[in-house]
């Protein structure tokens, strides 16, 4: 069984970004845990989170 990683912010999960009106990203979060993006890859979760600004957790 692999590790699968997922940015958690409270009770919210990273669900993906998208593209604003104003041309810009915007982060879009979830409640539910099966529409978040999951990930083999925790380099990858790690620079999404530090974008976000997501603390790490215990």
């Known amino acids: 069984m692999k590790n699968v990683y997922v ?3 409270g009770n919210l999960y990273y669900k ?3 593209l604003s009106i104003t041309n810009d990203y915007r982060y879009t979060m979830t409640d539910n845990l099966n529409d978040a993006i999951l990930s083999e890859s925790f380099d990858d979760v790690k ?3 530090e974008k976000i600004g997501v603390k ?3």
Do not use: C, F, S, Y
Request: no cysteine; glycine share 16%; hydrophobic share 35%.
């Open 7 to 9: 940015i958690r912010l």
């Open 16 to 18: 993906g970004r998208e």
């Open 47 to 49: 620079k999404i989170a």
């Open 56 to 58: 790490r957790g215990n």
